[in-house]
């Protein structure tokens, strides 16, 4: 297999991963969508200086992390939420409501609780692949999980008593 066969297939593999990411720090499709754009073009440009293959997840999620950051800086505000995902049809309306009120919850989080958040629970990354790709240490991470828990406990406390 070529190696540019080889990134197509990484890519491919964690598609999900970096789309879900992206979508998390920026807050819309069109926005998501030029994060992933161009984090796989600097990913495939550097390609060649991924040392270790089985690293290529981290990797990846630690350069559309940095060009969301970027983005995000560049236009020096953070991007409303125009657009929602399409949520799956379930006969449990319960179940569904729950999710809702979840994603709702984790959405509103600031950064970087939202983005610790989203690459833990929904990215089952560990919280050293989370500082590395974050580029702050585990402590910090572990401290940035728990508020957030704490945060979304306070949050959907009042969700749950109706």
């Not at 297999?1 to 080889?6: D, G, L, V």
């Not at 950051?69 to 409303?80: C, D, F, G, H």
């Not at 585990?138 to 959907?156: D, H, N, Y």
Request: aromatic share 10%; net charge positive; charged share 30%.
């Amino acid at each position: 297999m070529s190696e540019k066969e080889e990134f197509c297939d990484q890519i491919r593999q964690n598609a999900g991963a970096m789309y879900r990411l992206a979508y998390a720090l920026m807050h819309n499709d069109e926005d998501a969508s030029e994060v992933l754009s161009e984090a796989i073009y600097r990913a495939y440009k550097n390609y060649t200086k991924l040392r270790n293959p089985q690293a290529f997840k981290t990797w990846i999620l630690k350069i559309v992390h940095n060009t969301a950051v970027e983005m995000i800086r560049k236009n020096a505000r953070l991007v409303p939420l125009e657009q929602t995902e399409q949520l799956p049809t379930t006969a449990f309306k319960e179940d569904l409501t729950t999710r809702i009120l979840l994603r709702e919850a984790v959405e509103s989080l600031k950064q970087p609780y939202r983005t610790v958040t989203v690459l833990y629970y929904y990215e089952n990354l560990s919280v050293n692949e989370i500082a590395k790709i974050t580029k702050t240490h585990r402590v910090t991470v572990r401290q940035q999980l728990t508020r957030s828990r704490k945060m979304l406990f306070e949050k959907l406390k009042e969700d749950f008593k109706k």
